[in-house]
Structures are given as C-alpha cells and as structure tokens.
C-alpha cells in the first residue's frame, strides 16, 4: 500500500485533523478509523476504443516548483460544460461460516433504521449518485447537485467555474449490478465489536483479490466507476479497521478506476456511518483517479478525504439523513487561495485542515 509520509507530517502538524486516516501499513493495536490506497495494479484490462476514462492535465506552482495532477473530468479553465461518468454499485453479500461468526450481512436484503428500502438502494439514491441538494457554501450557490460535484466547481470556483458555472463532473445514475456473494472462511475472517456496532471483518487484500475477475466477468469497462458495496463490514490490515479504498488497473487512463465501501448503521462508526465512507472514496477519486505517482504536492498525494475522517456534515434527501465527509480542496495541498471558492480550505471551511 502507498505511504503518505508527507501528508503525514503535515497532518501531525496540523491540529484538528485526523492522522489515522493516514494509509500505511502499521500495525494497529488498537482499532482506528482509516482509509487506503492500494497502488495501481498490473495492467490487465485495457479500454476498447473510446472507453478510456474521461481526465484532464493541470498544474500549480509552489515555491518555485510546478506540481502536476491528473483529476476526472475536463480542465475546468476551458470547458463550460458537464461530464458524465457512468457508475455501477456492485453489492457484496458477506457469508462468515459457522467457524467465523456464522453471521452474513447482505446490503440488498437489510435495511438502515427508518427506512423500508434496502441499504443498495439508500446508497443509490444518496447524494453521491443523486442530485437534489442545493449546496450553498458561504453564500455562494454551488448548485442543486451530487455532492462530489459541488465539492469539485467549489475545488475550481476562485479561477475557473465561477466563469464557467456551466461546469459539471457527474456520476451517471448508478446501475445496480448483480450480487456477489463473498464467503468469508479464512483466518482473517472474523465477527467483532467495532465502535459498539457487531461487524465482520475481512482482509484487504483477500477482498481485493475477490474483486479483481469480477471486472470482466460483469461486462465493467474503464470508462466507467465501479462501486463495490458491502454492509457492517470493515476491512483489515494489521488491525481494524479500514472503511474503504480506491486503485487502479495499470494506473493509467487506459486502466480501470475503481473503489471499495463499506457503509454502517448510523451512530456505528461516524467515518462510515451511511455515505460517510462513500463520499470520501469518491472524492479521492475525483482528485487522484489514478493513484500512479503522479499528483505529489509538497503535502503528499491528493488524497483530499484523509486530513477530516471525522469531519461529517448531515444532508436529507428522500427523507433520509445521509452524512457527507467534508474534504480538502487545493490549497491544503499548496495552490494558491485564489484557486477556490472564498479562498477557502475545505468544502465545509475548516480551515484547521492547513497542510501550509
């Protein structure tokens, strides 16, 4: 797995923010809510021809050095226009067999408190798939849309989108793919009681594992965000407990993006609680599709969910309460202030979240 040790510093430094949401593989004594990045993986699957997921090139300058990145989307500096990324949910039934818990947790047949429709399909209605929020930040309307939408024209406001207020990256509505079912019978398999909720738990890379035929298998191309979903679930690495990841195929735009997420009850672990999880794995790939290296700042890789784990803002739609991770826009990572809305540091203004 990728280590942020220059966002780790920065974090250490930076009071109010959450460290162990740094990736590393530490071994934890104790459970601690994080995120991951798993590095690109071989190139196995290519795009047919037209099929390449939709990226733009730009650049910032700090301290005399210019910093490169690789977003998704188009360069909001000359387009006025909207993207559309085809997205897929692909829910993950987990069975723990009588020697590990016999329990199973299915996010097509259980339900959040409150609602009489499956967690899927909560999750497929959310903020992160739907529009329907009208997200003002300071008085400026950044629009009735998806949440990571509204986070990126806020991302790009100071310079670019407050000219080209046409300027969208969006998340198709969300095809729901067949279940997997995920049989959990391995010595990293567990039943345990993690922030005062009963969960499974699984190995990172044993899932990871599990997830990479299924590409082919359902017909995923790379032009596309595959969402892999699963219910009270965490996964591991050297200790508890990881609420998701995303990487690569080949880590590049030929390759296939995807994520992993779990999703919890609400109060049962606030960094995954609904689309908490969710919407940090969807941010981070916004802004660092590719996981390759390439986007470093002088505050590490542009991993915008990892400085505010703990950070979460509720927002109701369809008469659900959903919680929205905040997350860092660019100059936490060193661009200048102008780049965003208000000069602001994070969507939600917390301007604790200061890597400079």
Known sequence: MKKHFALLACLLACPGVAASAVA??????????????????????????????????GSFTF??????????????????????????????????????????????????????????????????????????????????????DAFQRGNFWGKHVSKNKKYH??????????????????????????????VGVADINNMDAFLQP??????????????????????????????????????????QTYSYTTTVD???????????ALSHEVGEWMDDPLINGGNNTPCGYLEVGDPLVLHDYPYTLHKFTYHLQDMVWMPYWGAPKSTTLHGWYSFQHEDSAMCQ
């Not at 609400?266 to 908490?276: K, L």
């Open 24 to 57: 590393q593989d530490s071994n934890y004594s104790v459970s601690q809510p994080r995120f991951v990045v798993l590095p690109p993986h071989k190139a196995t699957i290519q795009a047919p021809a037209g099929k390449s997921l939709t990226t733009w090139n």
């Open 169 to 198: 990256v969006l998340l198709g509505t969300p095809k729901i793919l067949p279940e997997q079912t995920y049989n959990c019978n391995t010595s990293d398999c567990a039943i345990q009681n993690q922030f005062g909720k009963t």
């Open 266 to 276: 609400q109060g049962s672990g606030v960094f995954s609680q609904d689309t908490a």
């Open 63 to 148: 301290n005399g050095t210019k910093y490169n990145f690789n977003m998704v989307g188009t360069d909001p500096s000359k387009n006025n226009g909207t993207t559309t990324v085809p997205s897929y949910i692909i829910p993950i039934k987990m069975v723990y067999d009588k020697n590990h818990g016999n329990k199973t947790f299915n996010p097509n047949k259980q339900k959040f408190s409150g609602t009489n429709v499956s967690v899927t399909t909560t999750i497929a209605t959310s903020p992160i798939f739907a529009s329907g929020v009208d997200f003002n930040q300071g008085g400026t309307d950044l629009g009735t849309t998806q949440y990571i």
């Open 214 to 255: 299924l590409f082919k298998k359902l017909g995923i191309t790379p032009d596309t965000l595959p969402v892999f979903l699963t219910y009270d679930v965490y996964l591991t690495s050297g200790g508890c407990c990881i609420g998701g990841y995303h990487s690569a195929d080949g880590g590049n735009v030929q390759g």
